[in-house]
């Protein structure tokens, strides 16, 4: 990738869609942010819902009673949720992956997160399951986890602390659109959250519109090639958020990537029969960085393939740029735009 460019784009769509709106709520949250008591900031204007509240999820059903005041969210990016419609989080895990500066915060969370009055106290050290000590300690009248992997254990073990808003299906598999929704509805703000969904789909569609060369091009995203085993293929499917996104901007899957879907996990391994239709593949995204296309290549060449030339990859690296392929509330503003000039760089080399 251009990292200079990307990393320029980041930054000024960062201080754009965060900084200013979040600016008028700053005054209303300074006192708030030293208890971290959530409370909707002036530059949102909360409707009214009726308690209790029931929100259907992948184990059964959540009542809340009455309004949340307290929020934390556990896995990846449910705290853009209430960061995005006005609300510090009473607490949220740290995030690894993109976080380049070691802070835990992508960017855009970051900038959003202190112009509402919030800091970093809020942080949590969650490991690959929340930290149910420091989750409890925060005293949370609600936990969001729209999106996450949680395991019907992580359910009920959360479910002690505080009702909880569980994923929808399978896996990490919620959409962009489902976090949102069932995240708001769990804050008692989801008419809120269909504006936020509505501003996001406007910018979607606007990119969409700007870039037909992308539409119906073939792409994979990878997520390992065994470097012991080349023939050890690992990729998302159509299931998991970003093939869906991908979906959504008008790219499709290989016919071996949708077939793996059929058994409701997010991803599968390429079958060796099936080695020349990876080659065929128009636009190849992958999290392994430039090893993982050095290794892939090798195995096609050592199969009598074509290769795939740098021109039509797009490395998704560890840092902020590297997580547009898994789009959030938050993150849409500030990397959609680059995210897609490079898939409409990717599909114009895929034409010669």
């Given amino acids: 990738m251009r990292r200079t460019r990307l990393s320029c784009a980041i930054g000024l769509a960062v201080m754009a869609t965060c900084f200013m709106p979040a600016a008028q709520a700053h005054e209303s949250h300074s006192s708030q942010a030293d208890t971290h008591t959530s409370s909707p900031a002036r530059d949102v204007t909360e409707t009214t819902a009726q308690y209790p509240l029931t929100i259907q999820h992948a184990f059964g059903t959540t009542v809340i009673e009455n309004k949340p005041q307290r929020i934390a969210t556990v896995a990846w990016a449910n705290h853009e949720v209430p960061l995005a419609l006005g609300v510090v989080p009473v607490g949220f895990p740290r995030q690894g992956f993109g976080d380049d500066d070691g802070d835990g915060m992508m960017p855009w969370v970051k900038t959003r997160l202190e112009a509402l009055g919030g800091d970093a106290s809020v942080l949590r050290e969650d490991g690959r399951t929340p930290d149910i000590e420091a989750l409890a300690a925060s005293k949370p009248d609600v936990i969001l986890a729209a999106y996450s992997g949680l395991s019907e254990d992580d359910y009920a073990r959360l479910s002690e602390i505080a009702p909880v808003v569980a994923r929808p299906g399978p ?26 969904i509505e501003r996001l789909e406007a910018q979607v569609a606007e990119n969409v519109a700007s870039h037909p060369e992308i539409q119906g091009k073939s792409a994979i995203i990878l997520r390992y090639i065994d470097p012991e085993d080349p023939t050890r293929i690992a990729f998302y499917n159509d299931n998991d958020t970003r093939l869906r996104f991908l979906a959504e901007l008008g790219l499709t899957s290989p016919s071996f990537v949708s077939a793996s879907a059929s058994d409701g996990k997010i991803g599968g ?12 593949v128009d636009i ?3 999290y392994g960085g430039q090893a993982l296309i050095e290794r892939l290549n090798q195995h096609l060449a050592d199969n009598d393939l074509p290769t795939f030339s740098n021109d039509r990859v797009i490395l998704l690296e560890n840092d902020p ?19 897609i000039a490079e898939l409409s760089r990717a599909a114009e080399a895929a034409k010669g």
């Fill in 269 to 280: 391994r390429v079958p060796p029969q099936q080695l020349a239709e990876l080659a065929d």
């Fill in 171 to 196: 896996r990490w598999s919620s959409s962009w659109r489902d976090m949102i929704r069932l995240d708001s509805a769990g804050m008692g703000m989801a008419a809120e959250g269909e504006a936020l």
């Fill in 284 to 286: 190849l995204l992958t």
């Fill in 321 to 339: 740029m590297g997580t547009a392929a898994n789009p959030t509330p938050l993150s849409m503003p500030a990397v959609l735009d680059a995210y």
